[in-house]
């Protein structure tokens, strides 16, 4: 009561909304530590690249601190020379992500033998990115021994099961896909069903076996045509260190077709006179 004797009405307490904000503030800052503790643009102390460079069991530190000694290098820091031993050492990473990350860093000192040395071993890696990024490179130091590979990426690439069973599903011809996206699915002999995925960028051309086949191991599926980087890459490499054996190969993306296009031919004219006058030299 009162003290005029009459019930005082009691007031319902507002209910707090501090535990709101900090449930709302962590839909915000967890998201963003992620983000930011895998950004491969975050800078690293020199101790955390040799601690990156070392962490086996997590790809992607190797990967953030090869990223950030490929800024350095390109900068002209003399200083990340001292990681050079454990770059050659994550070249031979049984992670192919991590292979075709070094071999690119690689090239970016072409003045470094031990670098040389290991990009001429992996141009012969089981995997085509791998041995195209050290393809690639090999050109900066004025390696041709790369050229197969150079000439591999401009024609189309042969998918083969990675199993044997039944095809259960494919992507149609004509679809796009990255490396690393799904091609299809196959049924194996145990009666799971796993999929494969493709192993480069490009687009699916011939398709060489329906779904619902039998398949052995290693039996061809389809054809991936090179997709334009790819393509754009070859040719400029090819400039460098393709012979008079290349040009019918170069040659073919000069015309004008449904699969090229303006920049593409125009590079394809350039690799081959360039070639020709090398040739004439």
């Known amino acids: 009561m009162n003290a005029n004797g009459k019930n005082a009405q009691v007031r319902p307490r507002r209910p707090s909304n501090v535990w709101l904000i900090i449930v ?19 800078d690293l102390s020199d101790q955390d690249i040799a601690k990156y460079l070392a962490d086996e069991k997590n790809p992607r530190h190797i990967q ?3 990223s950030q000694i490929e800024a350095r290098i390109e900068k002209g820091d003399a200083g990340v020379k001292k990681f050079y031993p454990q770059i050659v050492g994550a070249s031979k990473s049984p992670t192919a992500e991590i292979r075709k990350e070094a071999a690119w860093v690689m090239g970016q000192d072409n003045t470094s033998p031990e670098f040389h040395q290991a990009l001429v071993a992996l141009v012969n890696d089981a995997e085509p990115l791998v041995r195209r990024n050290s393809a690639l ?21 042969d998918v083969r099961s990675p199993m044997s069973g039944t095809l259960v599903s494919l992507l149609a011809e004509g679809s796009k896909v990255k490396a690393g996206g799904l091609l299809g699915r196959i049924r194996d002999l145990s009666g799971a069903v796993q999929e494969f995925r493709s192993p480069l960028d490009g687009t699916i051309g011939r398709v060489v076996v329906k779904e619902g086949d039998p398949i052995a191991a290693a039996r061809t599926i389809l054809w991936l045509t090179p997709d334009r980087a790819t393509v754009s890459d070859a040719l ?10 290349d040009l019918s190969l170069v040659e073919a993306f000069a015309q004008e077709s449904a699969t090229s296009d303006a920049e593409t031919r125009q590079q394809a004219a350039l690799t081959a006179k360039a070639i020709r006058a090398r040739n004439a030299q």
């Open 64 to 66: 953030h601190a090869l």
């Open 24 to 42: 709302a503030a962590l839909f915000i800052v967890v998201p963003f530590l992620t983000w930011y503790l895998t950004w491969f643009g975050r």
């Open 137 to 157: 490179q090999l050109v900066r130091f004025g390696d041709a021994s790369g050229r197969p590979e150079l000439r591999a990426m401009l024609e189309p690439y």
């Open 236 to 245: 400029r490499a090819l400039a460098y260190v393709g012979t008079k054996d």
